[in-house]
C-alpha cells in the first residue's frame, strides 16, 4: 500500500460561477481526501483544485463586463473558493494560473518542451470558435454554428507552435492498455484507445496575441501566448513546486486525477504526453464522471438550470447536500440528478431512516439500560465500505450504509424490545440493543468521510458514559416544497 495519497480535480474554468457540475467533482474528491486522511494521516494526503483564468473567452467575458481580466477572474475565483468554504471542502491547496508560482513554471515547462525538440512552428487554417476555445470542422457545426455556443466560428489563419503528440501516442496507447495508465471506468478506457486509432492529430500550443491577448508569452515569442494545456494541465505539478519541490518529490505521481467526459482527451492524451516530454511519470489513474442532466434536462445557461451549489447546502446544509449529490448515481455512468426530489429523499434517508433510528436506539437504550452498553467495535462492515470508496463506488458505498440502517430499523420492528421489557426477557433487550448500538457506531464510522459532523455527533452520543436520546433530532423534517 502507498504511504501517500494525492489527489486533483480539474481545475475549473472562470467564464461562469459554480454550479452543481463542478460540486460534484470536488464532493467525491473531498470523500477520498478525508478518508485517505482517516487512513494514512494528514500529512500524507494532498488534495489539490483550483480555477483555469486565461484565454480569449475570459477576455471577453472582462470586456463585456466593463472590467480588466485580471478583476474577472479575482470575482469568479472567489465564487469557487466561497462555495468549496460553504461545502465543507477540506482541500490542501487552491491553484489558479494567473498565480506567479503557476506562470513562472510554465514559462520552465514551455522551455524544456523546446528544448527536447516537442515543439515546432506551423501555420494552422481553421475555423475556430471562441466559446469552445478550440478549432472546429464542417462536421462540428450546426447550419455553419457551434452547436453549443449558437455563434458562427472564426476563419482563423495564423502561425503558432505545436506538440508533436504523434510521437508519443504508440507509448500511450501501450501504457493504456496494460493498466499502467489507469482509465476509470473501463468504457472509457475502450472510448480513449478508439481515439487513438481513429488519428489525433498534433496540438497547437500556443495562439498569436491577437487571438487570445489573456494568458502567458511564449518566453521565445512574445507576439504568442501559451495556449489553454500547457498552461492548465500544468497545475497539477506547477502546484507541487515542479520539478524540485518537497511537495512533488512526496506526492508525485498523481494516485488520482478526477475529470468530466468533455476534457477526456485532454487529459488522458495530450496530459500523458506533456509529461513524457518532460520525462515525468504519468499519474496512476484517471477518473472521467459521465454527464449528467437536470430533473431530465440538460444542463444550460438558456434553461437557467445550472444549480448553485451555494442554495442546495442553505437549504440542506453541506453534509445533507453532499449526500443528496452523491447518492443520485454511480461515478462513471452519465445520468440525471433529480434536484426536484431532493427533499422527499432527504425526508426518507435522513430523518426517517438514519436520524429516526439514532432517536429509537438511544431512548431505548436510556430507558431499558440505563443508558449504558458494552464497548463497540468496528466491524469488517466499515472495511467493505472503505474499500467501496478506495473503488470510487461511493454511491454503492452509502447504499451499504443505509443497507444497514434499514435493517436496524427493521430489528427494532421485529424484535420489538418493548414486549420483551413487559416478559422480563432482560437478556434478550440487551442483545439486541447492544447489536443496535454497535450497527449505529459502525454506521457512523463508515459514513466519516461523507458526513464528517454528523458521524462524530452520532459516536459522541452512542460512546457517551451514559446513553440518552437527543434532545433534538439530527435531520429535521421538511416541507417538501
Avoid at 5 to 31: L, Q, S
Avoid at 140 to 159: A, F, I, M, W
Wanted: proline share 5%; hydrophobic share 35%.
Amino acid at each position: 500500500m502507498s504511504d501517500k495519497f494525492y489527489i486533483t480535480t480539474p481545475i475549473y474554468y472562470v467564464n461562469d460561477k459554480p454550479h452543481i457540475g463542478h460540486a460534484y467533482t470536488t464532493i467525491v474528491a473531498d470523500v477520498l481526501a478525508r478518508h485517505y486522511r482517516q487512513k494514512l494521516g494528514d500529512k500524507s494526503v494532498y488534495f489539490l483544485t483550483g480555477t483555469d483564468e486565461h484565454g480569449a473567452k475570459i477576455a471577453e467575458a472582462a470586456k463585456a463586463a466593463n472590467i480588466s481580466p485580471q478583476e474577472f477572474t479575482d470575482q469568479i475565483t472567489q465564487e469557487f473558493k466561497t462555495a468549496w468554504e460553504k461545502l465543507d471542502i477540506k482541500y490542501n491547496d487552491f491553484i489558479r494560473t494567473t498565480e506567479d508560482r503557476h506562470k513562472k513554471i510554465v514559462v520552465d515547462i514551455l522551455n524544456k518542451l523546446k528544448e527536447v525538440g516537442a515543439l515546432y512552428e506551423s501555420e494552422y487554417k481553421g475555423l475556430y470558435c471562441v466559446g469552445c476555445e478550440k478549432f472546429l470542422t464542417d462536421n462540428d457545426l450546426v447550419d455553419g454554428k457551434c452547436p453549443d455556443h449558437d455563434r458562427e466560428p472564426e476563419q482563423v489563419t495564423e502561425k503558432n507552435w505545436f506538440f508533436k503528440l504523434a510521437d508519443y501516442l504508440p507509448i500511450i496507447e501501450k501504457k493504456i492498455k496494460s493498466d499502467e495508465l489507469k482509465i476509470y471506468p473501463a468504457t472509457r478506457k475502450n472510448e480513449v484507445l478508439g481515439l487513438i486509432k481513429q488519428g489525433i492529430p498534433d496540438f497547437s500550443i500556443s495562439r498569436s496575441n491577437k487571438s487570445v491577448p489573456w494568458g502567458i508569452d511564449l518566453p521565445w515569442d512574445k507576439e504568442q501566448k501559451t495556449y489553454v494545456w500547457v498552461d492548465a494541465l500544468s497545475n497539477y505539478i506547477t502546484a507541487l513546486d515542479y520539478p524540485d519541490g518537497k511537495l512533488f518529490k512526496q506526492f508525485w505521481p498523481a494516485d488520482k486525477q478526477l475529470l468530466a467526459l468533455d476534457i477526456l482527451k485532454f487529459h488522458t492524451l495530450l496530459w500523458p504526453a506533456i509529461l513524457m516530454a518532460l520525462d515525468v511519470e504519468l499519474p496512476k489513474e484517471l477518473d472521467i464522471h459521465g454527464f449528467f442532466t437536470i430533473n431530465g434536462k440538460k444542463m444550460s445557461k438558456s434553461l437557467g438550470n445550472a444549480v448553485s451549489p451555494n442554495e442546495l447546502v442553505e437549504k440542506y446544509n453541506p453534509e445533507v447536500t453532499k449526500y443528496l449529490i452523491l447518492s443520485q448515481f454511480s461515478f462513471g455512468s452519465e445520468s440525471d440528478i433529480r434536484v426536484d426530489h431532493f427533499t422527499e429523499k432527504y425526508n426518507a434517508d435522513l430523518v426517517n431512516g438514519l436520524g429516526n433510528l439514532v432517536n429509537r436506539v438511544t431512548n431505548m437504550i436510556e430507558k431499558y439500560l440505563d443508558g449504558k452498553v458494552d464497548k463497540l467495535a468496528k466491524t469488517d462492515f466499515v472495511e467493505q465500505v472503505n474499500s467501496k470508496i478506495e473503488s470510487l463506488k461511493l454511491r454503492e458505498a452509502l447504499l451499504d450504509i443505509w443497507k444497514l440502517i434499514q435493517e436496524s430499523n427493521h430489528l427494532v420492528d421485529d424484535s420489538k424490545p418493548w414486549d420483551l421489557v413487559k416478559n422480563n426477557e432482560h437478556d434478550k433487550i440487551k442483545e439486541v440493543l447492544q447489536t443496535l448500538a454497535n450497527n449505529l457506531y459502525n454506521i457512523a464510522t463508515a459514513l466519516e468521510p461523507f458526513m464528517p459532523n454528523t458521524s462524530q455527533q452520532i459516536i459522541d452520543i452512542i460512546t457517551a458514559k451514559k446513553i440518552t436520546k437527543p434532545d433534538k433530532p439530527l435531520f429535521p423534517r421538511l416541507n417538501n416544497q
